[in-house]
C-alpha cells in the first residue's frame, strides 16, 4: 500500500485546441471528446495527461499516481492530514481519490505498470581514457532524426505553500521516500523500490498549482533537439538545455499555454532501494540546474494564485 510511480495529471484549461495544438507539437496523441482531451505516449496504452476545457484559467485539476495496493491508504491519509475525496465527474472511481492538508487532489489507481521500453541506441560517450564508440559517428544528418518521442511520464512538479508538510504528507500518507531537497524551498519524493530520482517534486509558492510535469526522452540530444522544436512551435519560453544537480538529469523545458511548463528529460538518477539511499539537502545554489542557461524570471511563478495571470503576448513582445 505505497505508490510505485506516476501515472497522469490533468489539468483545467481556457482554450482546449490550444493545449491540444501543445501537446501534440511535443509528441503525444491526443484524443478529444466533448469538452475533454486526453494524451498518451506513442508506444503506450493509457493516457498521461488529460485538459478540461473551459476553465476561467489554467489550474491543477489533480495528480495520479499508481500504487500496488488501495488496501489501507485510506487510513495512512487521513492520519496524515489529508482527507478521503470523492473521484470528480468523468474520471473512474476505481482505486482511492484523496486530497492532500492542501486540497491538492490526488488519484491512486491500482497498476501493474507499464511495459519495458525499447533500449534503443546506447548514448555512448568517449572520454579521457575511455573511448566506448569507434569507427562511427554519433550523429546522423539533422534530416535522419524523428522527431521528440516522449516514452513516458517521468514526474510531475506541484506547488505548495509548505514543501515539508507535503513531503511528510507524501511519506506517512502514500508511502513514498524523500529522495532530496534544497532547503525548504524545493524537495523531490520518489517510490521506495526501483523508483526515478522523483516522482513528485514541490516547489514552494503561495499556493497549490502545476509547475511542470517531464517526459523522459531517448537521450540527452533528444532532449535538446526536441526541446529546440517545441520552443519554436510554441513560441513563448523555455529553460535549457542544462543538467540539475538534484537528480542528475539533463532537461528541457518550454512553457506551456498558461505560463507552466513542458519538461523532455534524459539520464534520471535512479533509486533502486531508498533504505540504502541517503537524500541530501542541498544549498539554493543547487536547486534548481548544475549548469545551464539564465534561469527565466517566471520560472518559478505559480500564475494559478496570481490574480493577474499570464500574459503570453506580452512576454513575446519583450
Ligand atoms: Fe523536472
Same mark, same amino acid.
Given at each position: 500500500?505505497?505508490?510505485?510511480?506516476?501515472?497522469?495529471? $490533468?489539468?483545467?484549461? *481556457?482554450?482546449?485546441?490550444?493545449?491540444?495544438? %501543445?501537446?501534440?507539437?511535443? +509528441?503525444?496523441?491526443?484524443?478529444?471528446?466533448?469538452?475533454?482531451?486526453? %494524451?498518451?505516449?506513442?508506444?503506450?496504452?493509457?493516457?498521461?495527461?488529460?485538459? #478540461?476545457?473551459?476553465? *476561467?484559467?489554467?489550474?491543477?485539476?489533480?495528480? &495520479?499516481?499508481? /500504487?500496488?495496493?488501495?488496501?489501507?491508504?485510506?487510513?495512512?491519509? /487521513? &492520519?496524515?492530514? +489529508?482527507?478521503?475525496?470523492?473521484?470528480?465527474? @468523468?474520471?473512474?472511481? &476505481?482505486?482511492?481519490?484523496?486530497?492532500?492538508?492542501? =486540497?491538492?487532489?490526488?488519484?491512486? &489507481?491500482?497498476?501493474? +505498470?507499464? $511495459?519495458?521500453?525499447?533500449? +534503443?541506441? *546506447?548514448? $555512448?560517450?568517449?572520454?579521457? =581514457?575511455? #573511448?566506448?564508440?569507434?569507427?562511427?559517428?554519433?550523429?546522423?544528418?539533422?534530416?535522419?532524426?524523428?522527431?521528440?518521442?516522449?516514452?513516458?511520464?517521468?514526474?510531475?512538479?506541484?506547488?505548495?505553500?509548505?514543501?515539508?508538510?507535503?513531503?511528510?504528507?507524501?511519506?506517512?500518507?502514500?508511502?513514498?521516500?524523500?529522495?532530496?531537497?534544497?532547503?525548504?524551498?524545493?524537495?523531490?519524493?520518489? $517510490?521506495?523500490?526501483?523508483?526515478?530520482?522523483?516522482?513528485?517534486?514541490?516547489?514552494?509558492?503561495?499556493?497549490?498549482? %502545476?509547475?511542470?510535469?517531464?517526459?523522459?526522452?531517448?537521450?540527452?540530444?533528444? /532532449?535538446?533537439?526536441? @526541446?529546440?522544436?517545441?520552443?519554436?512551435?510554441?513560441? %513563448?519560453?523555455?529553460?535549457?538545455?542544462?543538467?540539475?544537480?538534484?537528480?542528475?538529469?539533463?532537461?528541457? !523545458?518550454?512553457?506551456?499555454?498558461? =505560463?507552466?511548463?513542458?519538461? !523532455?528529460?534524459?539520464?534520471?538518477?535512479?533509486?533502486?532501494?531508498?533504505?540504502?539511499?541517503? *537524500?541530501? /539537502?542541498?544549498?539554493?545554489?543547487?536547486?534548481?540546474?548544475?549548469?545551464?542557461?539564465?534561469?527565466?524570471?517566471?520560472?518559478?511563478?505559480?500564475?494559478?494564485?496570481?490574480?493577474? =495571470?499570464?500574459?503570453?503576448?506580452?512576454?513575446?513582445?519583450?
Amino acid at each position: 500500500m505505497a505508490v510505485t510511480g506516476p501515472l497522469s495529471f $490533468a489539468l483545467e484549461v *481556457p482554450d482546449l485546441a490550444t493545449g491540444v495544438k %501543445f501537446y501534440t507539437d511535443a +509528441g503525444f496523441e491526443a484524443a478529444v471528446e466533448g469538452n475533454a482531451a486526453r %494524451f498518451r505516449c506513442p508506444g503506450q496504452d493509457r493516457d498521461s495527461i488529460v485538459l #478540461l476545457g473551459g476553465a *476561467p484559467k489554467k489550474r491543477l485539476h489533480h495528480i &495520479a499516481l499508481r /500504487v500496488d495496493r488501495v488496501d489501507g491508504m485510506a487510513d495512512n491519509v /487521513v &492520519a496524515a492530514g +489529508g482527507a478521503v475525496a470523492a473521484a470528480p465527474d @468523468g474520471f473512474s472511481d &476505481a482505486g482511492l481519490w484523496v486530497a492532500d492538508m492542501h =486540497g491538492m487532489l490526488i488519484h491512486l &489507481a491500482e497498476h501493474g +505498470g507499464d $511495459a519495458d521500453l525499447d533500449a +534503443g541506441t *546506447p548514448f $555512448a560517450v568517449n572520454a579521457p =581514457g575511455s #573511448l566506448v564508440r569507434k569507427s562511427r559517428s554519433a550523429m546522423l544528418p539533422r534530416s535522419s532524426y524523428a522527431p521528440a518521442h516522449p516514452r513516458r511520464l517521468g514526474h510531475i512538479l506541484v506547488f505548495t505553500p509548505d514543501v515539508l508538510a507535503s513531503v511528510a504528507f507524501m511519506e506517512r500518507g502514500l508511502g513514498m521516500g524523500l529522495a532530496d531537497r534544497a532547503q525548504d524551498i524545493v524537495a523531490f519524493t520518489c $517510490a521506495k523500490k526501483n523508483s526515478d530520482h522523483h516522482v513528485v517534486a514541490f516547489a514552494k509558492a503561495p499556493g497549490i498549482g %502545476f509547475h511542470h510535469a517531464s517526459f523522459m526522452v531517448g537521450d540527452p540530444d533528444e /532532449v535538446g533537439r526536441g @526541446g529546440r522544436a517545441l520552443l519554436a512551435k510554441a513560441g %513563448f519560453g523555455d529553460w535549457g538545455f542544462g543538467r540539475h544537480t538534484i537528480g542528475s538529469n539533463f532537461f528541457h !523545458y518550454i512553457q506551456d499555454p498558461w =505560463g507552466s511548463w513542458f519538461e !523532455y528529460y534524459s539520464d534520471m538518477d535512479h533509486i533502486e532501494d531508498h533504505d540504502l539511499w541517503t *537524500p541530501t /539537502v542541498y544549498s539554493m545554489e543547487d536547486s534548481l540546474a548544475n549548469w545551464g542557461p539564465p534561469v527565466p524570471d517566471d520560472f518559478v511563478h505559480n500564475y494559478e494564485v496570481d490574480p493577474a =495571470g499570464f500574459r503570453p503576448q506580452q512576454l513575446a513582445a519583450e
